[in-house]
């Protein structure tokens, strides 16, 4: 699963193997890529419940991670906090690239295929949370997943508290509670910034669902059927839930897809319309700006030169 340039494997620090080695317990939907062998990794990661920390001195290395993998590892509905301690490193997704930099966080989906290339003085810290155990976390990771952010007090705080759990070396019945109240202090200081379009607060199952649909957003075949498997749910029990609320899940997921879509319509001026409308999940640019024309009364282009005038 991990590799390393073929050339440098004979000169590879025994630093270097025991960091691949941790990497691919706490990180198992990864393969990496050591851009040079003489330089000195380290990983150091702990598993605390439903939660895994871990602190990433991996300079100089290219990580490419699998969203299957992550799924048939058990990792699926699960998230990730990146924060940036020092250096830089490149982020990719089938949405956006962008820098991260000292003081800067990320939070990703582990069931999206992205990239990552780490400079030469990278070190980081990794929270991997399921923000389908708490309602009020869901909102937040919904609506601020996938962008960088300016890490403010509460977040370096968090961090920080992060960070000295996991060099304590004994463990105790504390460590689970506090790591939520941690995951608590960071979402709570992020809050919900782009208000969903449907009414609030949403019923549990939609706050789920919801974060379901996001994950496989590029998933142009995506349907009620597979979002019943992936929430436990009987499809009659699926159509029920979303009937109380007065929906559908096929006319749900559209509007997830449409709300995504608009919002990189206005955050990514120089992205294409069809690609905007392929890696949300449609088939085609024409069927999009049909689809969203209809819902918003606007075309996908006027809204671009609307916002750009």
């Known amino acids: 699963m991990f590799s390393s340039n073929p050339a440098g494997i004979p000169s590879r620090r025994r630093s270097d193997a025991a960091a691949v080695e941790q990497a691919a317990q706490a990180f198992p939907n990864v393969s ?10 380290s990983i150091l990661s702990q598993r605390i419940e439903g939660h895994a920390i871990s602190h990433l ?3 100089q290395t290219i990580v490419e991670a699998s969203g299957p993998k992550a799924t048939q590892a058990g990792f699926g509905a699960c998230f990730k906090f990146i924060w940036q301690l020092e250096g830089t490193m490149q982020y990719e997704d089938a949405h956006q690239s962008c820098a991260l930099r000292p003081g800067e966080m990320l939070i990703a989906a582990m069931a999206w295929n992205y990239r990552l ?62 790591v939520e109240s941690l995951v608590d202090i960071a979402l709570l200081s992020l809050g919900a910034r782009d208000a969903p379009s ?17 994950q496989n957003i590029g998933d142009e075949n995506y349907g009620p059927d597979q979002l019943a498997r992936d929430m436990g749910l009987s499809r009659r029990s699926l159509y029920n839930a979303f009937g109380r ?42 069927s999009f700006s049909h689809a969203f024309k209809a819902t918003y009364d606007i075309s996908p282009r006027d809204l671009r030169n609307l916002t750009l005038s």
């Open 198 to 214: 449907l009414d609030r607060p949403l019923p549990a199952v939609l706050l789920r669902a919801r974060l379901m649909v996001t």
């Open 32 to 41: 990496v890529v050591l851009r040079n062998d003489s330089v000195r990794r």
């Open 245 to 286: 609320a007065g929906l559908t899940p096929a006319r749900f997921i559209r509007m997830q897809r449409l709300e995504r879509a608009r919002a990189e319509i206005l955050r990514l001026p120089n992205a294409s319309i069809t690609e905007i409308a392929l890696r949300n999940g449609f088939s085609d640019g024409a």
């Open 117 to 178: 290339e780490m400079n030469e003085d990278y070190e980081g810290l990794v929270l991997i949370f399921d923000p389908m155990s708490k309602r009020a976390w869901q909102d937040t990771v919904h609506c601020v997943m996938g962008k960088p952010l300016a890490a403010s007090g509460p977040l370096a705080a968090a961090a920080g508290g992060m960070h000295a759990l996991l060099r304590h070396r004994r463990r105790s019945a504390a460590d689970a509670p506090t």
């Open 57 to 59: 001195r991996t300079p």
